[in-house]
């Protein structure tokens, strides 16, 4: 600093500007350096250290969250250094440019290299051309998890849109409206893992001599059944009651987002309808439903996105035995038991394939509600 | 139509009574699974095997009230007449009724047996424990007590460190999304840049894209950088597959904000930067508080994510992992899995119940999730 000060009163000019550009660029460069090393710091203790849990958890939620924030603060103060020209044309990147590079890295790219995989052999040496393909389509168990992946969205995306229709439709004219949504849509919020307990514990079976503990079979007994076990026997019904489960997760999202559009539709369009003489039937599938139509798709869209990607149930209720196996489940043996991931890539090519004209739709309803 | 209702205005018991009446069975049937594990999360570990969870609600039960033996000079092969009830001995089996209304059943072989008098009386079986909670939440030595009173040592499950886990893969895996998403809606509604809309329909394409499209080449990548099994792993999968969905979201909202706020502040010759993080961040908190419910549950509700990214690592392993493992081994033992998943489900209906308002309003703003 003293030195500084001395040449400074030295020379002025030429010498000056270069010290201050080099000080600008030392600290430029010593900013981002002394974060890069905290935040590494900072990784290295969560991976190797042997620290109590509970200071683990802690500091890995601040050094998450806090590093982020600093990323994004170090590189806008670099950034704010250059001249208001350069600010201008790199500020948008520093702004926009962590979340595309992340969705490039996680979703588009992937998808390419995916694609790419999906041609190659098991262990991805070899070039094999349609052959994954064929052979997915080919395969007996496969086939069967298209089939149950189909009976999931006939049966359970059309249960869950009727039921959330019907409990809107009601809870719209009942006192107890909050109350009932509340209760429909707690499911909502409860992990599929955790249903699948909730649900195993309802489907529990014992042998006859002993008193059934899960509700489906005590109420089926008590009716003069015997035992089953519900999502085990009965194949290929056995789908039903893992089906089932999805419905009772679904229903709430369907009724909550049916619910506002019910309120949308004009009161004095249905009182008209009901002075001319149009009976409760009448004005609910004459008026009602083809005014909401429009949200019914989406809905409908987005529950059977939702069943096509159905894993986690399936995963904990059967493991995707008993003929249960869906393509989700299907893409994740391939991949881990089977460690093919050519069979697992085109699986899951094949998702995307089956979801590719919602995409399209989605551009364009963007394309003609925005003016972007 | 509910205007109409609730005004007032006269209106048909029946029809009343039938919403009403569908809409109560309904909520029976979607709460009872829930109750049924709550309840069965607290009973003792022998009840929930012996007997359904619903019998600790008061019903009415055959109980023994008092045994005998069999009567001397009773022909046991015939009819027999016992305090009133008559009936072979294959009768007495099964149980006769005798006329003052108790169950009159014959326990043991012909020669030797006794005579039990059962009433139907009305009993409730409310045996409740927190024994379940502290054998899966702890982690050292559980002692339990028999039935017949010896006492067996178990290890307990250790859920707790799940539960830790699953705060520090869920809160940064909130929270770091929703700040990049937010920066990237700003950039997108308030900056002007070459690529800017290519980019932007890149998002809305990317909103529906099944995530089993990426965990082939990024567990590659992740084995390549060392980053499977670390948080930052999978905090960086939850953002990239959240990403999509929160930039759109919050473009919505930030893009409609209110013009002249913006331009004045950058008259008063602040940047872009200060705008976002004095202006823009605090206006937004109504769509990032929605989006952040949404995303926390999905994160904290998550499975397969962390069962790809965090693997078999039994240090960072999160809750839906573990309970998913106690179905695998230990499916049967009900007093575990039902508290297990109550455990997991705790944190979940808290934000629900206190944050509904604004869980439903993410959900409603974001239906497509890929």
Redesign the interface.
């Known amino acids: 600093m003293g030195e500084m000060m001395d040449m400074r009163t030295k020379s002025r000019g030429f010498l000056d500007s270069l010290v201050s550009l080099i000080g600008r660029i030392v600290i430029a460069l010593f900013v981002p350096t002394v974060t890069f090393i905290v935040l590494w710091q900072g ?1 290295i203790f ?2 190797d250290s042997n620290a109590p ?2 200071l ?2 802690i500091v ?2 601040i050094w ?2 806090g590093g ?2 600093a990323l ?1 603060f170090v590189a ?1 103060w670099l950034v ?1 250094k250059l001249s208001p020209d350069w ?1 201008r ?1 790199l ?6 440019g ?3 590079a ?2 490039f ?7 390419l ?2 694609l790419y ?1 999906s041609l190659r052999s098991a262990n991805s040496s070899q070039f094999v051309g349609l052959r994954n393909y064929i052979e997915v389509f080919t395969n007996r168990v496969m086939l069967e998890a298209f089939r149950n992946n189909l009976m999931w969205i006939l049966v359970g995306a059309t249960l869950s849109v009727v ?1 959330g229709l ?2 809107a439709y ?8 909050t ?2 949504k ?13 249903a ?7 489907y ?1 079976v014992k042998d006859t001599a ?6 489906f079979n ?1 109420i089926w007994v008590g009716l003069g059944g015997q035992p089953q076990a519900w999502t085990a026997t009965l194949q290929p019904w056995n789908n039903l009651f893992l089906i089932l489960i999805m419905v ?1 997760l679904q ?1 709430g ?1 369907a009724m ?2 049916f619910s ?1 559009a019910i ?1 949308g539709v004009p ?1 004095e369009i ?2 008209a309808a009901q002075v001319d003489g149009a009976t ?1 039937g009448q ?1 609910f599938f004459k008026i009602l439903i083809p005014s909401i139509v429009p949200v019914i798709i ?2 409908g ?2 529950v059977i ?1 939702f069943t ?2 159905i ?2 149930v399936v ?2 209720m059967t ?1 995707g035995q008993f003929s249960t196996q869906v393509i ?1 489940t299907q ?2 043996r391939e ?2 038991t089977a460690n093919n ?1 050519g069979y ?2 085109t ?3 094949i ?2 394939i089956a ?1 590719i004209p ?2 399209i739709y ?2 364009r309803q ?1 394309r003609e509600q925005e003016a ?1 | ?6 005004s007032g205005k006269p209106k048909k018991l029946s ?1 009343d009574l039938a ?2 009446g ?3 069975l ?2 029976i049937i ?5 109750v ?2 709550l309840v ?1 999360s607290f009973r003792n570990r022998f009840d ?7 019998t600790v609600f008061p019903h009415k039960e055959f109980k023994m009230v008092e045994e005998f033996p069999i009567p001397e000079g009773l022909d046991r092969n015939g009819v027999m007449d016992i305090r009133g009830a008559t009936g072979t001995f294959e009768e007495f089996r099964e149980g006769i009724t005798s006329p003052e209304g108790q169950l009159l059943v014959w326990v043991g072989n012909k020669r030797l047996g006794v005579i039990q008098v059962q009433e139907n009386v009305w009993v409730t079986n409310p045996n409740f424990t927190l024994d379940n909670y502290k054998e899966v939440l702890g982690g050292q030595e559980f002692e339990f007590k028999q039935p017949d009173g010896s006492v067996t040592k178990v290890k307990g499950n250790n859920l707790t ?1 799940a539960f ?2 699953s ?2 893969v869920a ?2 895996a909130t ?2 999304p929703i ?3 937010a ?2 809606a ?3 509604a308030w ?3 070459p690529g ?2 290519v ?20 567990l590659r ?1 992740y084995v390549a950088l060392n980053l499977n099994g ?3 792993g999978v ?3 939850h ?3 959240g ?2 969905l929160a ?1 759109y979201l919050l473009y919505g909202y930030i893009s409609t904000l209110p013009r002249e706020i913006l331009e004045s502040a950058f008259i008063d010759g602040a ?3 200060t705008i ?1 993080i004095r202006l823009v961040l605090p206006l937004s908190i109504p769509a990032l508080a929605s989006f952040a419910i949404f995303q926390f ?1 999905w994160v ?5 994510i962390a069962l ?1 990214f965090i693997g078999a690592k039994p ?1 960072v392993q999160v809750l ?1 992992m573990r ?2 493992e106690l ?2 081994s230990r ?1 049967n033992d ?1 007093h575990l ?2 508290s ?2 109550f455990i ?2 705790a944190l ?2 808290l ?3 206190a944050l ?1 308002r604004y ?2 309003r993410g ?2 703003a974001g ?4």
Request: positive net charge; hydrophobic residues 65%; glycine residues 6%.
């Open positions: 990784f969560l991976r849990q509970w683990v958890v890995a939620i998450g969250v982020v924030a994004y806008n704010e600010v044309r500020q948008p990147f520093v702004f926009v962590p979340a595309v992340i969705l890295w996680y979703l588009a790219l992937p998808a290299r995916t995989l039921l019907l409990v009601l809870a719209d004219k009942s006192r107890f409206e109350f009932a509340a209760m429909i849509f707690l499911p909502m919020a409860i992990s599929m893992v955790g699948g307990v909730i649900w195993n514990f309802m529990e002993s008193a059934q503990i899960g509700l005590a009772w229903t999202y909550v987002i506002a309120k009161v249905l009182e409760e004005v989406t809905v869209t987005t996105i096509l990607k894993f986690d995963w904990v493991g989700a893409f994740y991949l881990f991931a697992g890539s699986i899951a090519i998702l995307l979801v919602v995409m989605n551009l963007f972007f | 139509m509910s205007a109409k209702d609730k029809t919403v009403n569908t809409l109560l309904i909520v979607w709460t009872l699974p829930i049924g594990l069965s929930i095997q012996t007997s359904g969870w619903w460190r830790l886990n705060l520090a809160i940064p929270v770091i700040l990049i998403a920066f990237a700003y950039g997108f900056m002007r840049f800017r809309k980019l932007f329909v890149g998002v809305v394409a990317l909103l529906v894209v099944p995530l089993q499209i990426a965990l082939v080449p990024i990548d670390t948080f930052m905090w960086l999968a953002t990239g597959f990403l999509a930039t940047s872009h930067f976002f549950l904290w509700n998550d499975y397969l790809i240090d839906t309970i998913a179905v695998g499916g009900w899995l039902t297990a998943a997991a489900m979940p209906l934000v629900f119940f509904q869980f439903v959900l409603m239906s497509v999730k890929g």
